[in-house]
């Protein structure tokens, strides 16, 4: 198992940009999967990044050119470089885990989210 905590949310005014840190308690090498998730209000929790254990990244069409994910296995952590910041981008950022196991179901932990705010 592997629990993830993370940091970097805050106010920022548009244009601006932030750095969201997951920071794993464990090594991460093996973690076939981590990803940013974000949540805004009344709306559904919508993936924004991924990155495999190989560093393969994914994006979201909406932060393509905007956001860059990274992974630091000797540090345990993600990490999602935000630039351009935009109002729409405001929600809470979760980081997500996934293991894969053979014959069972993906194992998956989640962090606590941390909270971004844009302004305009």
């Known amino acids: 198992q592997v629990q993830l905590v993370e940091s970097g949310g805050g106010l920022v005014q548009a244009g601006g940009s932030l750095r969201l840190s997951c920071l794993a308690s464990r090594n991460i090498f093996n973690i076939n999967n981590m990803g940013w998730y974000r949540q805004a209000p009344g709306k559904e929790r919508e993936l924004v990044a991924g990155i495999t254990s190989g560093g393969s990244p994914n994006y979201a069409d909406f932060v393509k050119g905007r956001f860059t994910i990274s992974r630091d296995n000797a540090k345990n952590t993600v990490y999602l470089q935000m630039n351009s910041l935009k109002p729409e981008d405001t929600a809470v950022y979760y980081c997500?885990?996934?293991?894969?196991?053979?014959?069972?179901?993906?194992?998956?932990?989640w962090g606590q989210g941390t909270q971004v705010t844009v302004s305009s």
């Open positions: 997500k885990a996934t293991i894969f196991r053979l014959g069972s179901d993906p194992y998956n932990s």
